[in-house]
């Protein structure tokens, strides 16, 4: 069964891609590399013995992907392509609610022609904006987000849900992952980010491998159990298999459904220095700072919908998201090169 991926050569794309393969679907990966590597269809090879079908194109031009599904015999469709850095949405919104607006929307035309009607979207938490409550579940209010990138998820959000409205024979998923960190046990696959790191994980595994002399701790003055800021991290690989738990369950009935994506568990900034601390057997320099601005004090994941309904549960604990970065950032200290 084919499964188009878009952004596959990404960090969560390639890794299901590999996922998909191992569970007998054939993935067509769809990437225009603005943030990606060709090398990563190599490294899935090596894992999998299998080189998927791949298109190098923008999901924003109509006859490149009307042209994809065409050739193909798509049935289902997982939409990770999008630009995801808060800071850079900042100072670009254009160009991200070009890129992910206008492209979920050409993508979606373009399913709507090939008569594909079964899509997996990759949300976020930051729909939740600044939850008043937590653990956050899928009914607590989204739509207060705080920027553009923010907004270009809720507004596809919406649009899905309107979609829906009007055709209920589609199936729609919408995935709204907390934190994604981690990478392939294999220390082969993992996240590359260009320049320097915006998030925290790949930023300590970049002051753990030498690349960066010191780690800036974004305030130790919120209301959390020591000062720093709480998330939700999610071992990529568990988020991986919840992807295919829903492919495999509801991706197939018509409804909007709609699922967090967590462990359920916060973690402190200073937490996750010492699960790393720990993994690396390395000291991981760092200096208290101000706060980042538009940062939240902390946010966690209720996941028993995706339990109950998708039979679905994040297994993966901190040391093991450390242990597996520290393998892939110390056996690829300049990522896909
Ligand atoms: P990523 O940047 O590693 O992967 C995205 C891929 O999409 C890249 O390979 C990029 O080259 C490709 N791409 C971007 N725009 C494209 C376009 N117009 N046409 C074709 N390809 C395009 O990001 P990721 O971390 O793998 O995230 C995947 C998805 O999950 C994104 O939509 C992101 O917003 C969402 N998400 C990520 C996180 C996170 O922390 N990583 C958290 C929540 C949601
Ligand atoms: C985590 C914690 C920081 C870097 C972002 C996006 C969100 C989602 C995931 C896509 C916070 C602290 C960080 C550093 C630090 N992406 N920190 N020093 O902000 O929860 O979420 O990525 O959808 O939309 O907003 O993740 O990893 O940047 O920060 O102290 O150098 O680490 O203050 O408490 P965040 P993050």
Not at 12 to 29: D, M, V
Not at 314 to 325: G, I, K, P
Request: hydrophobic letters at 40%.
């Amino acid at each position: 069964m084919q499964i188009l991926v878009t952004g596959g050569l990404g960090y969560i794309g390639s890794l299901t891609c590999i996922e998909l393969i191992e569970a007998g679907f054939e993935p067509i990966i769809i990437d225009n590399l603005s943030n990606s590597k060709l090398q990563v269809l190599n490294r899935i090879e090596a894992l999998t013995d299998v080189r998927p079908v791949f298109y190098q194109g923008d999901i924003c031009d109509s006859a490149f992907m009307q042209s994809v599904f065409s050739a193909q015999k798509i049935e289902s469709v997982i939409h990770f392509a999008g630009l995801k850095s808060v800071a850079e949405s900042v100072s670009h919104p254009l160009e991200y609610y070009a890129n992910n607006v206008n492209g979920t929307l050409v993508l979606l035309h373009a399913m709507r022609k090939a008569n594909v009607k079964s899509l997996l979207f990759s949300s976020s938490a930051t729909v939740y904006g600044d939850p008043k409550v937590v653990p956050i579940t899928e009914k607590t209010p989204t739509g207060a987000t705080t920027n553009p990138y923010g907004r270009s998820k809720y507004i596809i959000e919406c649009m899905l849900s309107d979609l829906f409205q009007a055709q209920s024979d589609w199936s729609i998923t919408i995935l709204r992952y907390f934190n994604p960190v981690g990478a392939h046990p294999s220390g082969t696959m993992g996240e590359d980010p260009q320049g320097i790191p915006n998030n925290l994980m790949p930023y300590i595994a970049q002051v753990a491998v030498g690349r960066r002399d010191v780690l800036s701790v974004f305030g130790d003055d919120y209301a959390t159990e020591d000062g720093t800021g709480v998330r939700d991290y999610i071992h990529v690989m568990d988020l991986v298999e919840g992807h295919l738990a829903a492919l495999k369950t509801v991706s197939k009935k018509s409804g909007l459904h709609i699922y967090n994506l967590g462990t359920g568990q916060g973690s402190s900034v200073l937490q996750m220095i010492a699960a790393f601390s720990q993994a690396s057997k390395k000291k991981i320099n760092y200096k208290i700072c101000p706060r980042r601005p538009g940062d939240i004090a902390q946010c966690w994941a209720n996941t028993d919908k995706a339990a109950r309904e998708l039979n679905w549960k994040a297994t993966r604990t901190l040391l093991d998201m450390a242990t597996d970065t520290w393998h892939w950032q110390e056996k690829n200290p300049q990522g896909y090169v």
